[in-house]
């Protein structure tokens, strides 16, 4: 059973850290496709106006609030999210558990040098996971037959895909019946967090619940996509009290 709370028509699973590494340690044990997603205030906003991604969002088995906002925005309806639980942190709990049980990761997306230095950092860091592939994030639909026929021949138990939001969900979606994973993650910058190309913001940032300013003032050009934060938060405001007696 899922404890979720519909955010601007999407489920989000309202769960600590602890909490969402059982779902993993359950969905690993199993043996059909979990899709998890990772949405952010930018992510949901989206989701509002594509009506896709909404519903691909609505049918994943666990949906982690990835961002601050959202974890703002539960509160609007009467019941707050536990604490943000992003998917980085997630995906490198699951590559933990995934070593002690000797899983095999396959990692899609990103730049060709950073999906290779993350493979490496993985098989330094956890040992006892396998990499069993690595491909860059950079193709075109013509490529994607032989993109799941690789992810399929690997035998992967666990797939990150990070391609930016929302190409990973509609890729994960698209496939979810074909692949023979057990976890299929959005993971946004998440091979860039572990290969070192990007970095997370400091503990402190994102304690206060401000990894987001961090961000905003290390990357200045991603102010037009930081304006979406404040439209997320008066649109779930506004669906909240709309949406109730
Ligand atoms: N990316 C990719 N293919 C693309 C576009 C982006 O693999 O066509 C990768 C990019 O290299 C990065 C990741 O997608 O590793 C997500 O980037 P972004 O900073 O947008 O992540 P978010 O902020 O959405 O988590």
Not at 82 to 108: C, H, I, N, P, Q
Not at 147 to 171: C, H, M, T, Y
């Amino acid at each position: 059973m899922r404890n979720t709370v519909e955010i601007v028509g999407i489920k989000v699973d309202n769960l600590d850290f602890m909490e969402a590494q059982a779902k993993v340690e359950q969905f690993l044990a199993g043996d059909s496709l979990n899709m998890i997603f990772t949405p952010n205030s930018e992510i949901l906003l989206d989701a509002v106006k594509d009506k896709e991604l909404e519903e691909i969002l609505n049918e994943a088995q666990l949906v982690i609030p990835d961002g601050i906002g959202v974890v703002i925005a539960s509160k609007f309806y009467g019941m707050p999210i536990k604490e943000r639980v992003t998917g980085v942190d997630l995906s490198a709990k699951m590559l933990e558990m995934g070593a002690s049980r000797g899983s095999k990761v396959f990692l899609l997306g990103a730049k060709q040098a950073s999906v290779e230095l993350a493979a490496e950092k993985i098989k330094e860091i956890y040992k006892g996971i396998d990499v069993v592939g690595v491909r860059n994030g950079y193709f075109s639909e013509e490529d994607e037959e032989t993109i799941i026929q690789d992810i399929i021949n690997s035998q992967a138990d666990i797939l990150l895909v990070g391609l930016g939001a929302p190409r990973q969900e509609k890729f994960i979606y698209k496939y979810k019946d074909k692949l023979k994973v057990k976890i299929a993650i959005g993971c946004g910058g998440g091979i860039d967090i572990i290969s070192g190309a990007a970095k997370r913001a400091p503990e402190f940032y994102q304690k206060a619940g401000l990894e987001w300013f961090y961000r905003l003032i290390k990357q200045p050009s991603r102010f037009m996509r930081m304006t979406k934060l404040p439209k997320f938060i008066l649109l779930a405001m506004y669906d909240a009290v709309a949406g109730r007696d």
